[in-house]
């Protein structure tokens, strides 16, 4: 229900791959063009909702099923391009329909002199390619990111034994209180946020007018 939620895994999914793919490269999207689709047009009327999950009402339809049905008027999945400020171009693609995958929040970066790839779902490793290595010898090589040496994970465990998903959230808390008492601004920021979402809006204007290119709003 877009009055509620906004939009659909656009806003969802969408957010954090543009906020990943941003953060990364250390360059902002100036345009994109994009697509969106709503596969499944009516879902049971949520009655109660707790966490991530709800119930239907449970309540007669016109159809006489017992479900009431409404109309869904968000995205199940989108599709888009975009240039970023420093010449890159990037590709994304947020569903709810990618069967088989958990939380597959993946993002491959390309460049002359290396590649790196990255997995949520092996949220532990990451994936290195050296293109100045011999051909004979170069690849993509895993990297365990477990070493008292990696960002965060000296504080916790010894070498090998992997953190999880609930201490990303001690490790943004330490960030945040860390900045704080530094007197430097927090990051990410209220503007990074701001503009993952004037690129979110930016897609959704491309899809809706099936524009070549729309422009990001600028901060």
């Given at each position: 229900r877009k009055e509620l939620a906004g939009s659909g895994a656009l806003g969802?999914?969408?957010a954090?791959?543009?906020?990943?793919?941003?953060?990364?490269?250390?360059?902002?999207l100036t345009q994109v063009s994009g697509l969106t689709e709503t596969f499944v047009t009516q879902r049971p009327l949520a009655e109660a909702s707790a966490g991530l999950s709800a119930e239907s009402t449970g309540?007669?339809?016109?159809?006489?099923?017992?479900?009431?049905?409404?109309?869904v008027d968000v995205d199940d999945a989108a599709l888009f391009i975009?240039?970023?400020s420093g010449g890159a171009l990037a590709s994304f693609e947020a569903?709810?329909?990618?069967?088989?995958?958990?939380?597959?929040?993946?993002?491959?970066?390309?460049?002359?002199?290396?590649?790196?790839?990255?997995?949520?779902?092996?949220?532990?490793?990451?994936?290195?390619?050296?293109?100045?290595?011999?051909?004979?010898?170069a690849g993509f090589r895993r990297v365990?990111?477990?070493?008292?040496?990696h960002p965060y994970a000296g504080a916790w465990w010894p070498p090998g034994h992997g953190l999880g998903y609930e201490h990303t959230f001690t490790h943004e808390v330490k960030d945040f209180v860390e900045a704080i008492t530094s007197g430097v601004a927090p990051a990410p920021s209220f503007d990074?946020?701001?503009?993952?979402?004037?690129?979110?809006?930016?897609?959704?204007?491309?899809?809706a007018d099936q524009s070549r290119m729309t422009a990001i709003e600028e901060v």
């Open positions: 969802d999914i969408g954090h791959i543009i906020d990943t793919a941003q953060f990364i490269t250390g360059q902002h309540a007669a339809s016109e159809s006489g099923d017992g479900v009431e049905m409404g109309d975009g240039r970023l569903s709810r329909f990618a069967t088989g995958r958990k939380n597959a929040l993946r993002i491959e970066v390309n460049g002359s002199a290396a590649s790196l790839a990255f997995d949520f779902e092996a949220m532990n490793e990451l994936w290195f390619h050296d293109h100045a290595l011999p051909a004979e010898e365990l990111v477990t070493e008292a040496g990074d946020g701001l503009n993952v979402q004037r690129v979110l809006a930016a897609v959704e204007r491309s899809a």
